[in-house]
């Protein structure tokens, strides 16, 4: 669950990551990097609604499961984000 | 494009959003915030690797379609992180 913050993250933010079921309901942003030379794995960090910074566990489906559900609500999104 | 940048976001994050094609290359990573009391829309932030942040449009399909690419490489990611 650590999570080592870098300037503009050189290297993997995530020493870490939790496995255990968050419910959505207290997540509030999901951040996808992308890997590359700096970290050769995709980081899934969760902010939660408490301010928190979770580092999940990417393979692990019930974090696929919530991106997806965020993905699929987003397509409902009406035309006046107001 | 603009993003209005609050404390803790106690609302839309994005007044408008970016809806020509960004290339996945150019892309560090996608932040997806669940809509709530806060905002009604379901908001994707991309940073590019020269750290500028573009509100992307959740419902264009090369959207959905970039968050589902990096979502699907996470699934291959190697145990290891570093």
Redesign the interface.
């Known amino acids: 669950r650590s999570l080592v913050r870098m300037g503009?993250?050189l290297r993997?933010q995530?020493?870490s990551?939790h496995s255990k079921f968050i419910h959505?309901k207290s997540?509030?942003?999901?951040?996808?990097?992308?890997?590359?030379p700096h970290?050769?794995?995709?980081?899934?960090i969760a902010t939660l609604k408490d301010?928190r910074e979770v580092c999940l566990d990417?393979?692990a489906p019930w974090v696929?499961l919530i991106?997806?559900a965020?993905?699929a609500?987003?397509?409902l999104?009406?035309d006046s984000?107001?």
């Open positions: 503009n993250e993997c995530c020493i990551t959505p997540i509030q942003d999901v951040k996808l990097t992308q890997s590359g970290c050769k794995n995709v980081e899934i301010n990417p393979t696929q991106v997806k965020i993905l609500k987003a397509q999104n009406s984000p107001l």
